[in-house]
T-cell receptor, first 115, second 112 residues
């Protein structure tokens, strides 16, 4: 079974530029997450989708971050404009069920450096 | 919202010993709690899930306990090996609809 795919693997941009990350979850997984992980910290949930609807985006900085999940499959996370403090690893994860106790499968992440 | 606390200091142990990691949460007890392993440069990998009505769960050399009175989960690795060196994260469902939130993680270093 293919895992969660993310691209790019690394990205370096200047502050105030924009950037987009792409995620392809495991086939059939209804729930998709985007997490931000700053070095030395645990993953922080930015947004949770169930199919193509947003379940929770309470910690998404909506003035600069946006995310969408096309047709309930692939997802993109965008930052515009980027700030220095956005330097982090952005992890995408997916899980099979909604409302049940199931594990999340993570991609390798995109390491973003804002200079 | 839940606050999940894990020991931020690294845990150093010798090979063959049992490693015990702690996860404490502050608010209501979740229906289940999960443990993940994260290696440098990789995404977290699921290890174990324990439900609120289960006191203990085992998988090979791993054991997890869940005490809803203490609001605490303990994660044990018996007969630890250098290959067990990694960061271990606990996670819980904050809403009952799989809003998975993570602790800060504890780094485990197993010396030969």
């Amino acid at each position: 079974e293919a895992g969660v795919a993310q691209s790019p693997r690394y990205k370096i941009i200047e502050k105030r530029q924009s950037v987009a990350f792409w995620c392809n979850p495991i086939s059939g997984h209804a729930t998709l997450y985007w997490y931000q992980q700053i070095l030395g910290q645990g993953p922080k949930l930015l947004i949770q989708f169930q199919n193509n609807g947003v379940v929770d985006d309470s910690q998404l900085p909506k003035d600069r971050f946006s995310a969408e999940r096309l047709k309930g499959v692939d997802s993109t996370l965008k930052i515009q404009p980027a700030k220095l403090e956005d330097s982090a690893v952005y992890l995408c994860a997916s899980s099979l069920d909604f409302g049940g106790a199931t594990e999340a499968f993570f991609g390798q992440g995109t390491r973003l450096t804002v200079v | 919202s839940q606050k999940i606390e894990q020991n931020s200091e690294a845990l150093n142990i010798q090979e063959g010993k049992t490693a015990t990691l702690t996860c404490n949460y502050t608010n209501y007890s979740p229906a289940y709690l999960q443990w993940y392993r994260q290696d440098p440069g990789r995404g977290p990998v699921f290890l174990l899930l324990i439900r609120e009505n289960e006191k203990e769960k085992r998988k090979e050399r791993l054991k997890v306990t869940f005490d809803t009175t203490l609001k605490q989960s303990l994660f044990h690795i018996t007969a630890s090996q250098p290959a067990d060196s990694a960061t271990y994260l606990c996670a819980l469902d904050e809403t009952g609809f799989q809003k998975l939130v993570f602790g800060t993680g504890t780094r485990l270093l197993v010396s030969p």
